[in-house]
C-alpha cells in the first residue's frame, strides 16, 4: 500500500527552491556560463553535452525534451503550449529534488529555453530566475552559420536563412518576456563580445 505522506520527491513542490535558468541564442556563450555554474556547485545535470568539445552545460535530457518540442531550427514548438509546461515542471521538479538532496540549486540551459521562457514561467511559477546572456545578435549569427557551414547535412546544422530567423527569434521571446515579467529575477546579464 503507498502512502500519500511521502509523495515521490520528483513530484514535491519545490516553488520555493529557485531553477536557474541560462537564456540565451545559439553561439552566445551560455555554455560557458552553464559550465561556470556547474562548477560553482549548481546541479546543470547528472551527464552534460552540447556542441562545444570542453562541455556545453546542457543536461542530455533536457535537450531531448526541447528537441522533442521544438526540433532545431524550427521557432514554433510543434507540441502543445501545456505539454511543454507539463514535460518542463516535471524535469525541472525531478531535477530541484535532486539538487535539494545534495544541499544545492539547480538550473538549466539549452538555447530553446529562451523560446519556452513562458512555458518555464507557468511550469514553476516564482523560482524561476533567469540567467540572460547576450552576444552581438550579428556575431552569434555569424557563428552559428560557420558551425552549420563546418557541419553539413548533421541535424545541428541549418541554413543561413534558417540561422538568422532561429537565432532573432530565440533573442526576442527572451527579452519580450522578460520585459512582460517584472517580477521575474534576472540576475546577471552577461556580454559577449
Same mark, same amino acid.
Request: aromatic share 8%; proline share 5%.
Given at each position: 500500500? /503507498?502512502?500519500?505522506?511521502?509523495?515521490?520527491?520528483?513530484?514535491? @513542490?519545490?516553488?520555493?527552491?529557485?531553477?536557474?535558468?541560462?537564456?540565451?541564442?545559439?553561439?552566445?556563450?551560455?555554455?560557458?556560463?552553464?559550465?561556470?555554474?556547474?562548477?560553482?556547485?549548481?546541479?546543470?545535470?547528472? /551527464?552534460?553535452?552540447?556542441?562545444? +568539445?570542453?562541455?556545453?552545460?546542457?543536461?542530455?535530457?533536457?535537450?531531448?525534451?526541447?528537441?522533442?518540442?521544438? /526540433?532545431?531550427?524550427?521557432? @514554433?514548438?510543434?507540441? +502543445? @503550449?501545456?505539454?511543454?509546461?507539463?514535460?518542463?515542471?516535471?524535469?525541472?521538479?525531478?531535477?530541484?529534488?535532486?539538487?535539494?538532496?545534495?544541499?544545492?540549486?539547480?538550473?538549466?540551459?539549452? +538555447?530553446?529555453?529562451?523560446?519556452?521562457?513562458?512555458?518555464?514561467?507557468?511550469?514553476?511559477?516564482?523560482?524561476?530566475?533567469?540567467?540572460?546572456?547576450?552576444?552581438?545578435?550579428?556575431?552569434?549569427?555569424?557563428?552559428?552559420?560557420?558551425?552549420?557551414?563546418?557541419?553539413?547535412?548533421?541535424?545541428?546544422?541549418?541554413? *543561413?536563412? @534558417?540561422?538568422?530567423?532561429?537565432?532573432?527569434?530565440?533573442?526576442?521571446?527572451? *527579452?519580450?518576456?522578460?520585459?512582460?515579467?517584472?517580477?521575474? +529575477?534576472?540576475?546577471?546579464?552577461?556580454?559577449?563580445?
Amino acid at each position: 500500500m /503507498r502512502s500519500h505522506l511521502f509523495p515521490r520527491a520528483g513530484s514535491a @513542490d519545490h516553488s520555493a527552491t529557485p531553477f536557474f535558468a541560462v537564456l540565451g541564442p545559439h553561439r552566445s556563450g551560455t555554455s560557458c556560463v552553464a559550465m561556470v555554474l556547474h562548477h560553482l556547485g549548481v546541479h546543470m545535470g547528472n /551527464r552534460l553535452s552540447g556542441y562545444e +568539445p570542453t562541455g556545453g552545460g546542457e543536461a542530455i535530457g533536457l535537450a531531448q525534451l526541447c528537441e522533442e518540442a521544438m /526540433r532545431f531550427p524550427a521557432t @514554433d514548438p510543434h507540441w +502543445p @503550449d501545456q505539454l511543454i509546461s507539463h514535460k518542463l515542471r516535471s524535469w525541472i521538479l525531478q531535477w530541484q529534488a535532486e539538487a535539494s538532496r545534495r544541499c544545492t540549486v539547480a538550473g538549466g540551459k539549452y +538555447p530553446h529555453l529562451c523560446r519556452f521562457a513562458n512555458h518555464l514561467h507557468e511550469a514553476i511559477g516564482d523560482s524561476l530566475r533567469i540567467i540572460a546572456v547576450d552576444r552581438d545578435i550579428n556575431a552569434s549569427i555569424r557563428s552559428l552559420k560557420t558551425r552549420s557551414h563546418k557541419h553539413r547535412g548533421r541535424w545541428f546544422a541549418a541554413t *543561413d536563412t @534558417d540561422c538568422e530567423r532561429v537565432q532573432t527569434s530565440l533573442i526576442e521571446h527572451r *527579452d519580450r518576456f522578460i520585459e512582460l515579467h517584472p517580477n521575474v +529575477p534576472v540576475f546577471a546579464s552577461i556580454s559577449w563580445t
